[in-house]
C-alpha cells in the first residue's frame, strides 16, 4: 500500500461537532424591517475558527454567501456567522467563515480545544 500524499492546507485544526444547525442566503442588499430570508436545516460534521461542514440535502452553490445560525455546547446563545461555500459535495458543503466578533471567536475557540 503507498503512503498517502495529502497534504492539509488548513490553517485551524477541526473538531468533529454535530449539532443542528440552520443556513440562509445572503444579500448585499438590506433586507426589509421584520424580514427574514428562508431558513435551511442541516448537521454540521466539524468546525473550527476557519469553516465548517454542513451535512445538508440543500447545499448552496460554490462562492454563495450566507448566515450560519449555530447554537454551540455550553454557549447557549444562538450564534449568527457570515460564511463563503467553498466546495460542495452531495451531501453537503464546505464552508468558510468571514470575520467574526470576540463572541463567536472565544465560543469557537471553546469548543475545539
Same mark, same amino acid.
Given at each position: 500500500?503507498l $503512503?498517502?500524499?495529502?497534504?492539509?492546507?488548513?490553517?485551524?485544526?477541526?473538531?468533529?461537532?454535530?449539532?443542528?444547525?440552520?443556513?440562509?442566503?445572503?444579500?448585499?442588499?438590506?433586507?426589509?424591517?421584520?424580514?427574514?430570508? $428562508?431558513?435551511?436545516?442541516?448537521?454540521?460534521?466539524?468546525?473550527?475558527l476557519?469553516?465548517?461542514?454542513?451535512?445538508?440535502?440543500?447545499?448552496?452553490?460554490?462562492?454563495?454567501?450566507?448566515?450560519?445560525?449555530?447554537?454551540?455546547?455550553?454557549?447557549?446563545?444562538?450564534?449568527?456567522?457570515?460564511?463563503?461555500?467553498?466546495? +460542495?459535495? $452531495?451531501?453537503?458543503?464546505?464552508?468558510?467563515?468571514?470575520?467574526?466578533?470576540?463572541?463567536?471567536?472565544?465560543?469557537?475557540t471553546?469548543? +475545539?480545544?
Amino acid at each position: 500500500m503507498l $503512503p498517502s500524499l495529502a497534504v492539509e492546507l488548513r490553517r485551524h485544526s477541526r473538531k468533529a461537532l454535530s449539532v443542528s444547525v440552520t443556513f440562509a442566503a445572503r444579500s448585499a442588499d438590506e433586507p426589509l424591517p421584520g424580514a427574514h430570508p $428562508p431558513r435551511w436545516e442541516g448537521v454540521s460534521r466539524d468546525i473550527s475558527l476557519g469553516g465548517i461542514f454542513i451535512e445538508t440535502e440543500s447545499p448552496f452553490a460554490f462562492g454563495s454567501t450566507i448566515t450560519v445560525y449555530i447554537t454551540l455546547p455550553a454557549y447557549g446563545a444562538e450564534l449568527a456567522l457570515a460564511a463563503v461555500v467553498r466546495w +460542495t459535495a $452531495p451531501d453537503g458543503m464546505g464552508l468558510q467563515f468571514g470575520s467574526m466578533g470576540a463572541h463567536a471567536t472565544h465560543a469557537i475557540t471553546e469548543v +475545539t480545544r
